[in-house]
Nanobody
Framework: QLQLVESGGGLVQPGGSLRLSCAAS????????IGWFRQAPGKEREGVSC???????IFADAVKGRFTISRDNAKNTVYLQMNSLKPEDTAVYYC???????????????????WGQGTQVTVSS
């Protein structure tokens, strides 16, 4: 069974850091482009970052310079390192996979194939 599992969320103070993990089971992440998305209460889901099969990355303007994304194919895991966190980063964060070699922060139907269950990130003092 193909599955993505996010972990690493939690409560952090403004200015703090968290590292989210997206672990795959049932398939090899090497051949997939992985995106990170988030959804805050009452808001639409938005794309945060993406790493392509070839290692190219993109970031939403709201997180540029604060978030980085990386993949460890040996561990079949993609990471989202989040630094200088702000209260507006509070959301449930999801990772998703697509077979295309190209990154996109659009997560509509048919664009990403598999989604994780999400991990909560809360930035608050």
């Amino acid at each position: 069974q193909l599955q993505l599992v996010e972990s690493g969320g939690g409560l952090v103070q403004p200015g703090g850091s968290l590292r989210l993990s997206c672990a795959a089971s049932g398939f090899t992440l090497d051949y997939y482009t992985i995106g990170w998305f988030r959804q805050a209460p009452g808001k639409e889901r938005e794309g945060v970052s993406c790493v392509s099969r070839r290692g190219g990355t993109i970031f939403a303007d709201a997180v540029k310079g604060r978030f980085t994304i990386s993949r460890d194919n040996a561990k079949n895991t993609v990471y989202l390192q989040m630094n200088s966190l702000k209260p507006e980063d509070t959301a449930v964060y999801y990772c998703a996979s697509r077979t295309s070699q190209f990154c996109t922060l659009v997560g509509g139907p048919g664009i990403y194939d598999y989604w994780g269950q999400g991990t909560q990130v809360t930035v608050s003092s």
